[in-house]
């Protein structure tokens, strides 16, 4: 299940640029200067990279993790054994 978009557009907020760019998938991209008016772009507050900011597509991570957007855990409370049956035999 690695669907994961490597391609995002960014969308300059200063002078409306786009510009279709790869992102990295071990490294979130926190600076990323727009090619049109040279604008040095930062993540908002929140964001994690440039492409969670400005980008149509959110950075990798988020898209392969996402436990800090989608936080609602589809529950359906059909068949859930709460009955502690045999733990992970461990340490
Ligand atoms: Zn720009």
Redesign the pocket.
């Known amino acids: 299940m690695s669907a994961v978009i490597l391609e995002s557009v960014l969308t300059?907020p200063?002078?409306g640029?786009t510009q279709k760019e790869a992102m990295p998938t071990d490294a979130c991209q926190f600076y990323y200067e727009?090619l049109?008016?040279h604008?040095l772009l930062r993540p908002k507050p929140g964001d994690c990279c440039v492409f969670c900011s400005f980008g149509s597509v959110p950075c990798p991570p988020i898209q392969q993790e996402c436990i800090c957007r989608t936080n609602s855990a589809t529950d359906s409370g059909s068949n859930s054994p709460l009955k502690s049956a045999t733990p992970p035999v461990g340490r």
Do not use: E, L, P
């Open positions: 300059c200063h002078c640029h727009c049109a008016c604008t």
